[in-house]
C-alpha cells in the first residue's frame, strides 16, 4: 500500500510532506506508522495506515 505523499497539517493547513520510508524490501502495510512534517510551522504528525486509507 502506498502512503499519500502530502496530507494537510492540522495546525496551520498547509501541505505536511511524508518523511517515512516504507521497508527496503516491501510496501507499507495497514498498521504502518508513517511520520509527516509540515516545513511551514514544523508539526511532525504520526499517522497509522489502515484499509480505509487506498
Do not use: H
Request: net charge negative; aromatic share 8%.
Amino acid at each position: 500500500m502506498k502512503a499519500p505523499e502530502t496530507i494537510i497539517c492540522m495546525e496551520c493547513d498547509n501541505e505536511a510532506n511524508l518523511v517515512s520510508y516504507p521497508p527496503p524490501d516491501d510496501e507499507f502495510r495497514p498498521g504502518d506508522f508513517v511520520v509527516y512534517l509540515c516545513p511551514n510551522c514544523g508539526q511532525r504528525i504520526d499517522l497509522v495506515l489502515d484499509d480505509t486509507d487506498e
